[in-house]
């Protein structure tokens, strides 16, 4: 098999597990906690803050590319790649793919919560890796999908390092309910793997399991957010956008 073919393939079997397997980080990071400087990893309402917000930058990414594309494109599918065409104009203008590097801020802030340079440094490594399988094989669906029109617009734009100069207006509105329908998840993920780590923190510094007011406001804001958002996805049609 040529590297070409490897790396699709590769890249196609890592696409099919990219909803969970990122999440076996976490692993690695609880792990650490344990064997961490205490006095490095004890609790900062202003850094612990900061990492929040990274996260929440990635998925603020994610909600505006997911806002303004139409069904069928930029999804969630998992079983094998789907486009029914070729998003080029809003963010896909100043982009190739934005979702990726949404994913990379979500990641990051649970990174930096542990306080290590060497687990950053390691986590852009492994993420580079993975993702770029990813982006490869996602590449080469594509360009053999739309052709030459994939070709001019993946000359124009580049992979993950935005540029505005040439920014396109999106066709669609904005469509905020199309956000919280396939965003739901996400969102809520963001505030559970940060009490997590909050919690086997506190485990590991004082041995006793409990989470800091502040994760334990932030995670049942989560859960009633996703049991509302979830109710309205499965059960009502508020949600539904047509074309979305």
């Known amino acids: 098999m040529s590297l070409v073919h490897e790396l699709e393939k590769s890249g196609n079997w890592l696409f099919r597990r990219r909803s969970w397997l990122p999440v076996t980080v976490l692993i690695p990071s609880f792990i650490y906690l344990f064997i961490a400087n205490r006095s490095v990893i004890y609790f900062n309402y202003t850094w612990e803050i900061a990492c929040i917000l990274v996260s929440v930058a990635g998925e603020l990414l994610r909600s505006y590319t997911v806002g303004y594309v139409p069904r069928n494109t930029s999804g969630r599918n998992v079983m094998d790649q789907l486009a029914d065409e070729l998003n080029t104009k809003g963010i896909y203008s100043v982009i190739r793919h934005p979702l990726y590097v949404g994913n990379f801020l979500m990641w990051l802030g649970p990174v930096l919560f542990l306080r290590s340079v060497w687990w950053v440094i390691i986590f852009i490594l492994a993420y580079w890796l993975y993702y770029e399988r990813i982006?490869?094989?996602?590449?080469?669906?594509?360009?053999?999908?739309?052709?030459?029109?994939?070709?001019?617009?993946?000359?124009?734009?580049?992979?993950v390092i935005p540029s505005f100069r040439r920014y396109v207006k999106a066709e669609l509105p904005f469509s905020l309910r199309n956000v919280l329908k396939r965003e739901y998840n996400s969102i809520a993920n963001m505030f559970v793997v940060f009490a997590l780590l909050d919690l086997f923190r506190n485990l590991a510094v004082t041995g006793r399991l409990y989470l800091e007011p502040m994760y334990i406001t932030l995670l049942v804001a989560a859960l009633i957010f996703w049991a509302v958002i979830r109710y309205l996805v499965k059960r009502t049609k508020f949600l539904y956008v047509e074309g979305r």
């Open 135 to 159: 982006i490869f094989a996602e590449e080469q669906y594509l360009r053999r999908k739309f052709g030459e029109a994939y070709d001019s617009w993946a000359f124009r734009v580049k992979a």
